[in-house]
């Protein structure tokens, strides 16, 4: 009965990645219109989480050797970046969409190690005791909807069409799924591993926003675009800082 109602805890949780549907009825010129603006939160929640969540968890559990981890996750996509950047460059040359492809996978593969360790600790405090689960289901439902919001906006500035962003997101979800049943196959002693993970994805959040994400809004020059675009990125700092400080707890 436990798993089951783990189970069903991080069912929900995935299902989060589907509101990005709530965009599908814009017209694709609106959503391009938006895109600098949803980018800077995007950065933002990605910058948030990194240092709210992940930096704080992975360093009470590693202490200074967390930031070995950070910075490993760091170097590895860079040279995963250039690799795609170099596939992408024998497939269709200066081909200005497919240049940007390279973001959608480094943060798919990102999120769904986020999502992993997610649906691990979901399992692991069902198996705590079940009120303990519920609270931490809570707790990722309030994480996880600002940064699925980002995800999907990431994937649609990447190029990819509305229905693939929601649904390449949505594979990326499921992984959380993965995450739980993992813990009870193996019981809890596989997250003995999970910090090294959370540096790894540390790592991979700091490169997509200040690698892929800060040099595209820098080429916007107009000075009121360049306010809205701060503007929408300390709203997503904001917004984690508070979700991690507040409704997390």
């Known amino acids: 009965m436990v798993f089951l109602y783990a189970l069903l805890a991080v069912t929900t949780v995935s299902l989060l990645s589907l509101l990005g549907a709530i965009f599908i009825t814009l017209q694709r010129n609106i959503i391009n219109a938006m895109t600098t603006y949803l980018l ?62 390279h973001i959608a996978y480094l943060s798919l593969i990102g999120d769904g190690i986020h999502n992993f360790l997610d649906g691990a600790i979901i399992g692991v405090t069902f198996l705590t005791s079940v009120p303990l689960g519920i609270a931490t289901t809570i707790a990722v439902i309030a994480h996880e909807i600002p940064h699925e919001l980002g995800d999907f906006f990431l994937l649609i500035y990447s190029g990819l069409t509305n229905k693939k962003a929601i ?83």
């Open 40 to 101: 800077a939160f995007s950065s933002g929640i990605l910058f948030g989480t990194t240092f709210f969540d992940l930096f704080p968890e992975g360093y009470g559990e590693l202490g200074e050797h967390f930031y070995i981890w950070v910075i490993v996750g760091f170097v590895v996509f860079f040279i995963l970046e250039k690799l795609i950047h170099w596939h992408a460059h024998i497939e269709e040359l200066d081909n200005s969409k497919s240049s940007k492809k």
């Open 167 to 249: 649904f390449y997101n949505f594979l990326s979800a499921l992984t959380a799924i993965i995450g739980t049943l993992v813990v009870f196959i193996f019981s809890k002693n596989v997250l003995v591993v999970a910090p090294y993970l959370i540096g790894f994805a540390a790592g991979n959040f700091l490169y997509i926003a200040a690698s892929d994400i800060i040099p595209e809004l820098h080429a916007k020059r107009n000075p009121i675009v360049s306010l809205a675009q701060t503007l929408f990125l300390i709203f997503g700092v904001v917004i984690m800082y508070m979700i991690s400080h507040y409704l997390a707890e």
